[in-house]
């Protein structure tokens, strides 16, 4: 899997056409998680009782790799390069191979910390007028353009004052709601908006909350994308 974001000053604004194409409302809502190319950002993840601290870089093709900063993190690293994901272990010289779907904490799932672009990942199927919490919104329904995401659909609610994402729920191929995602509002750093924070909700009632901070445009190195021994 792969998760996105809100200023609404700060954002473009919507041209004035009655029904958006379901595309662009995505790739702006995609902006705020992915604001450049390459970057890097630190994330701070909080579950009842639990702190974790990690540095994603992310780069033009949609790797990304998360390196421990917290205490019982550190060493650790997440690499996911396409739809595969790979832990390195301190102590360890081959790396893991696991499911994008392997839980880091609680609800966050590494595919979610790491990465999600939902113009990449999804196909719109409708997009429709509707509010959420009084506010006037376009709801757009997702559908998963690849085998690997295990979320084989998305609906998304956009704000239409500054195209910002407020809610998206996750559901399995049966219909069933895996999680439930809900955008904190984005801040400015280098006169870009970024996410700020996302919350994160299972349906049986995890909960975690991912907090984005010190973004920086560019400074990934390409060969911390290496996976040792994997022959990649």
Same mark, same amino acid.
């Given at each position: ?12 604004? @919507? ?10 409302? @995505? ?15 630190? @994330? ?13 870089? &992310? ?28 832990? @390195? ?10 499911? #994008? ?5 609680? #609800? &966050? &799932? ?70 439930? &995602? ?51």
């Amino acid at each position: 899997m792969r998760t996105a974001l809100l200023f609404a000053a700060a954002l473009p604004v @919507l041209a004035q056409s009655p029904a958006p194409e379901g595309g662009e409302i @995505l790739g702006r809502v995609d902006r705020l998680r992915h604001p450049w190319p390459a970057f890097t950002v630190e @994330l701070a993840m909080k579950a009842p009782g639990v702190v974790q601290r990690w540095k994603v870089s &992310a780069r033009e093709n949609g790797d990304a790799r998360l390196d421990g900063l917290s205490e019982k993190e550190k060493g650790r690293a997440v690499l996911l390069l396409g739809d595969e994901m790979w832990l @390195l272990l301190p102590g360890t010289k081959r790396p893991v191979k696991v499911s #994008p779907q392997q839980r880091l904490m609680g #609800p &966050a &799932a590494g595919g979610d910390v790491a990465r999600t672009r939902f113009r990449d990942d999804y196909a719109v199927r409708e997009v429709t007028e509707t509010s959420l919490e009084d506010r006037a919104c376009w709801r757009l329904d997702l559908a998963a353009r690849r085998p690997a995401l295990s979320a084989r659909q998305v609906v998304l609610w956009v704000a239409k004052e500054g195209s910002l994402p407020l809610k998206a729920e996750f559901r399995l191929a049966s219909g069933r709601l895996a999680r439930t &995602a809900r955008f904190g509002p984005p801040v400015q750093t280098h006169g870009q908006p970024v996410l700020s924070r996302l919350e994160i909700e299972e349906a049986g009632g995890g909960k975690a909350e991912l907090t984005f901070a010190n973004w920086t445009r560019g400074g990934v190195v390409p060969g911390a994308f290496e996976v040792p021994g994997a022959g990649r």
